[in-house]
């Protein structure tokens, strides 16, 4: 699902110079290229199995973050990186809420968001999402 997430991001998100998963987040936080966006698997919620046999149907909510970062070099108030932020953060609701990341998958919902740090003059903040599947066996 990830590498789904990654590709709706890099097509429908303008202006990012960087999307990618969380192994090229964790090399380049000090010295990450501004804005860019970072997919994270967060977690996995799963409902019990409503049938009552031996056959196994759950529902299963996927929790994803994307992990903003924009710069916050030269702005001494940061009104410009709230600015941004909010720019980019606004086209990543667009691109992600009410869409599937493939057919096993209901459509993607927003949960919360939170400041992560401030760091190598630059503004990290994530959002987080949810999907839900359903696991059959």
Same mark, same amino acid.
């Given at each position: 699902?990830?590498?789904?997430?990654?590709?709706? @991001? +890099?097509? +429908?998100?303008?202006?990012?110079?960087?999307?990618?998963?969380?192994?090229? !987040? #964790? =090399?380049?936080?000090? =010295?990450?290229?501004?804005?860019? *966006? !970072?997919?994270?698997?967060?977690? +996995?919620?799963? %409902?019990?199995?409503?049938?009552?046999?031996?056959?196994?149907? =759950?529902?299963?909510? %996927?929790?994803?973050?994307?992990?903003? *970062?924009?710069?916050?070099?030269?702005?001494?108030?940061?009104?410009?990186?709230?600015? #941004?932020?909010?720019?980019?953060?606004?086209?990543?609701?667009?691109?992600?809420?009410?869409? *599937?990341?493939?057919?096993?998958?209901?459509?993607?919902? !927003? @949960?919360?968001? %939170?400041?992560?740090?401030?760091?190598?003059? #630059?503004?990290?903040? =994530?959002? +987080? !999402?949810?999907?839900?599947?359903?696991? %059959?066996?």
């Amino acid at each position: 699902m990830i590498p789904a997430i990654v590709t709706r @991001l +890099e097509g +429908e998100v303008a202006g990012l110079k960087h999307v990618a998963g969380v192994l090229a !987040y #964790a =090399q380049l936080k000090t =010295q990450a290229p501004t804005p860019a *966006a !970072y997919v994270l698997p967060l977690a +996995e919620d799963a %409902r019990p199995s409503g049938t009552g046999t031996m056959l196994v149907r =759950q529902l299963v909510i %996927r929790r994803f973050g994307v992990l903003l *970062a924009v710069s916050a070099k030269n702005d001494r108030h940061g009104s410009k990186a709230e600015d #941004a932020l909010d720019t980019l953060r606004g086209a990543v609701h667009a691109a992600l809420l009410g869409w *599937a990341p493939n057919t096993e998958h209901e459509p993607v919902s !927003y @949960l919360r968001g %939170r400041l992560v740090d401030i760091v190598g003059g #630059a503004v990290w903040w =994530q959002d +987080e !999402y949810a999907t839900d599947t359903w696991l %059959r066996g």
